[in-house]
């Protein structure tokens, strides 16, 4: 494709006023084809796609090279990743990274309420004691600890590749369940019943037992087959247990309820569990299920062998390679490996407990095990003139695939923009190479017009664990962008020559990939997300109609619930948003430089976005010292009850309302909180400025946002803190403690201490000792809980609270403990 656009320039005048030439600009790169997407005008920005039809534009993929094509994520590296536990959905799942796999997790059953229940998809109704992978590289190897009301069971990943093995080499699981028999029923408990399944997604491929009855002392092998992709292949199991081993073949497309097809299979009831018994009448089953029964404890490895069937495959060999004693001398080599390397990069022994420790290691392999693989097309809302036009309300993206980090494996497993940004910071940190395998997948799902969506549900599996009204993506509507955070350290680390020469060049070669998407994304935000005056931002997608929330929500900008002016507006100015647009110009203006493509628009956006006096002037409360956004608001809102009317025979009913007491003005919005301290995390304020001392004091203040837990998202002054939004929606970003942030403000504390000025010494204070609070309250709910949380409760001890285990951000607690952030 010719590399052909439109760009624009900001213009500096003598006077400061700002203003945008667009102007046509050939810009033709020297290693690629792609293009610089900068301009004014998106309707006429692809020629090859028609600008006045939006159900074109939304699902039309950005016109440049895709970033995963690029040579560095092919070859040894794809391989390297083609399997893994890449399902966190399921307590265990493996997959491969192709859009059709051949799939293997892990079922058993649990004791609930004196009831047989199978567990399989990560629940929170499950109750399950603590589940988590406390080791995991991402790689090759991953330990998982579940505790199911009194069974612990640890399931082990490993991951080998040598000669004679298929594409992806070969992988294995040792699953060990054990019980404690002190505080058991051993009438339910006597026996443990595992459920460890194969599942096909390519209809054409073919499952086979490897016979009609399974006896481990005649042959480990329970199944075989061929695919395209790993030749031919064999599923093997060796223990030295007395197993019963018993199963049942399926045939269904929806790989998400397997659970209830087995539960239908065996019919287990409250003090009895059935036995799988092979259906005769299933000639060509896609899924395989294996109930391996034994008394506790129970112990059987599960090997998986690809390439099979040649004779330089060594099938038997590789076999006991990994399973018995020398799978056993091979998980603690890798165990002792990750370790090392865990000491070697955060270097936490002089610096917290062991008990700390533990859980900052906990933190890293729940974060990295949760990476998961997911294909499909992305539900695409359309606006309400194309809805017209077009007849329909939604259009699918195209096929995609996504390689991604998850918040959290029961509620959110699946792929959130703002949050990888924070994933990342984590991620690069371990390993460089899948840090960029992750972002390079969420930048190639960028439309043409430079928006990528929020959040991506690909998949049956992915849509099983959502609400359907939040499955559609706007493309108005934006997101953070957080994937900002990690590109910073590694353009600082590349520029101070803290990677290998290898390193180096891979992350140079991606970002000069990278850069055309990335300014399409940030110009994406400067033509969509603009407020009225000039350098002011604000966040699309409010409902300006609602009379249901007492406050309508901001989901776009990441603080949902939290508190903006009471009537959304295009006199709107987003605080939050426009640091995040100082920020992201400020990372592409290092990325010119690394790369050396001088670009003085960045340097003059930069200039712009962070003049002091220019912030003040439309974000600054004088008589308050805080920052806040601007709009219509009026803070005479509440929420009453009204009857309803009657509908025919139905009964009279009630419904909660927003009452207006007063007509808004424009004015700041006076909710002191996380958006107040933008300025403040971002470093534009000055070291010497008293602005700086007042910030310190808003958050060093008890009675607005300081606990001995963490920094509060809502000053306790704030009219709506901890208020309900509406009957059902409970406060989320009005009070409650939020790692991400908390992270954020410690990095900036941290900055503060280390530059010269009247607030240095106290940065120092407030910073060691917002550190040591925030550590003893994720450690000590972690020991009491079992869990790393999404939230903890400002109202009662710290309490964590809300989606568990929540290695999302969270996770952030182990570069807390290192004491390591991104630079200012």
């Known amino acids: ?32 084809s792609s293009s610089s ?16 039809d939006e159900e074109l534009r939304v699902n039309t993929p950005f016109p440049a090279p895709k970033i995963m094509d690029l040579p560095q994520f092919q070859g040894e590296h794809k391989e390297s990743l083609y399997w893994g536990t890449y399902r966190p959905h399921v307590y265990l799942g493996i997959r491969s990274r192709t859009p059709r796999s051949l799939m293997a997790g892990l079922m058993w059953i649990g004791v609930k309420d004196g009831k047989y229940v ?15 992978w406390t080791h ?20 082990e990943f490993l991951k080998t590749k040598e000669d004679g093995t298929g594409y992806g080499g070969d992988w294995a699981v040792r699953i060990n369940a054990q019980i404690d028999k002190d505080n058991l029923d051993e009438e339910l408990w006597g026996t443990g019943h595992l459920f460890f399944y194969l599942a096909e997604e390519e209809d054409s491929n073919v499952l086979s037992i490897g016979r009609e009855k399974l006896d481990t002392r005649e042959s480990s092998l329970l199944a075989y087959g061929s695919r395209e992709d790993v030749g031919g292949w064999e ?20 790989f998400h309820k397997l659970a209830e097809l087995v539960q239908n299979a065996i019919g287990s009831s409250a003090t009895m569990v059935g036995l799988l018994q092979p259906d005769t009448s299933e000639k060509s089953p896609n899924v395989l299920v294996f109930q391996i029964s034994a008394k506790f404890p129970v112990r059987a490895d599960i090997a998986f062998v690809s390439g099979t069937g040649l004779q330089s495959s060594r099938d038997a060999e590789r076999v006991k390679n990994i399973t018995g004693k020398q799978l056993s001398n091979t998980l603690i080599e890798k165990q002792k490996e990750f370790d090392e390397k865990f000491n070697r990069l955060f270097s936490l022994t002089d610096k917290v407990s062991s008990e700390a420790v533990t859980v900052g290691r906990a933190a890293l392999g729940n974060l990295i095990g949760g990476i998961g693989y997911f294909y499909g097309q992305s539900k695409i809302s359309l606006t309400q003139d194309m809805r017209n036009k077009h007849g329909k309300d939604f259009v699918p993206y195209w096929p995609a695939e996504m390689y991604t980090a998850v ?22 940190r371990w390993d460089i190479k899948i840090c960029l395998d992750i972002i390079g997948h969420w930048l190639d799902m960028m439309n043409v017009d430079g928006w990528i969506p929020r959040e991506l549900v690909l998949g049956t599996e992915a849509l099983s664990k959502i609400p359907e009204e939040y499955v559609a993506q706007h493309p108005t509507n934006g997101n953070p962008p957080t994937l900002f955070l990690a590109l910073k350290d590694l353009v600082n680390g590349t520029s101070r020559n803290q990677f290998t020469t290898s390193e180096s060049n891979e992350i140079t070669s991606f970002l000069d990939s990278a850069f055309v998407r990335l300014e399409a994304w940030f110009q994406w935000f400067h033509n969509t997300q603009s407020g009225k005056d000039v350098s002011s931002y604000y966040w699309h997608g409010r409902d300006q109609t609602t009379n249901r929330q007492l406050n309508p929500q ?32 400020d990372r592409l203006n290092s990325i010119t430089k690394l790369l050396g493509k001088h670009n003085e628009e960045y340097e003059a956006m930069v200039k712009l976005l962070s003049d002091f006096e220019l912030l003040n002037k439309m974000h600054f409360d004088d008589v308050s010292g805080a920052y806040f956004d601007f709009g219509n608001h009026t803070e005479k809102v509440r929420l009453i009850w009204r009857d309803t009317e009657l509908l025919g025979s139905n009964p009279a009913s009630r419904e909660l309302i927003r009452e207006v007491m007063e007509i808004p003005q424009l004015s700041l919005v006076p909710h002191l909180g996380y958006v107040s301290l933008f300025p403040f995390m971002t470093g534009i304020i000055p070291s010497e400025s008293p602005i700086l001392g007042k910030q310190l004091d808003h958050i060093f203040d008890r009675s607005e946002l300081w606990t001995d837990f963490g920094v509060l998202s809502l000053a306790k002054s704030s009219t709506l803190y901890d208020k309900y939004n509406t009957e059902h929606e409970a406060p989320y970003w009005r009070g409650s403690i939020w790692m991400n942030m908390n992270y954020m403000i410690l990095s900036a504390l941290h ?18 000792e917002l550190r040591q609070n925030i550590i003893r309250n994720v450690v000590d709910n972690y020991f009491k809980t079992g869990y790393i949380w999404e939230q903890y409760d400002q109202k009662n001890k710290g309490k964590g609270r809300g989606v568990h285990p929540f290695t999302g951000w969270t996770s952030l607690i182990l570069l807390i403990m290192a004491e390591t952030y991104p630079e200012i």
């Not at 102007?23 to 020297?30: F, Y």
């Not at 007395?242 to 199963?247: A, K, P, S, V």
């Not at 776009?556 to 508190?563: A, C, E, Q, R």
């Not at 503060?752 to 060691?768: C, F, H, N, V, W």
């Open 37 to 52: 997407l900068r301009t004014g005008n998106q309707s006429s920005l692809w020629k090859s796609v028609d600008g006045d």
């Open 554 to 585: 901001t989901l776009t900008s990441g603080f949902d619930d939290y508190p903006r002016a009471s009537h959304p507006s295009e006199d709107e100015r987003h605080l939050d948003l426009r640091c995040w647009m100082l920020f992201a110009a």
């Open 136 to 155: 995991h590289n991402g790689r090759d190897y991953g330990n998982q600890v579940v505790v199911d009301h009194g069974m612990t069971l640890t399931t």
């Open 235 to 254: 599923l093997h199991i060796d223990s030295a247990d007395d197993l019963e081993i018993h199963f049942s073949g399926f045939r269904t497309p929806d």
């Open 1 to 32: 494709m010719q590399d052909l656009g439109l760009r624009q320039f900001l213009v500096v005048s003598e006077m400061k006023n700002w203003r945008l030439l667009d102007q046509d600009l050939v810009r033709m790169s020297e290693n690629s």
């Open 751 to 768: 900055h503060y201490s280390t530059e010269d000025g009247p607030y240095k010494l106290r940065a120092r204070t407030i910073y060691e």
């Open 407 to 428: 918040p959290g494996r029961t509620t959110f497993p699946r792929g959130f923009l703002w949050d990888e940004g924070f994933h990342q910071l984590l991620i690069c």
């Open 118 to 132: 199978i567990r399989h998809v990560c629940e929170d109704s499950d109750e399950i004691s603590k589940y988590g």
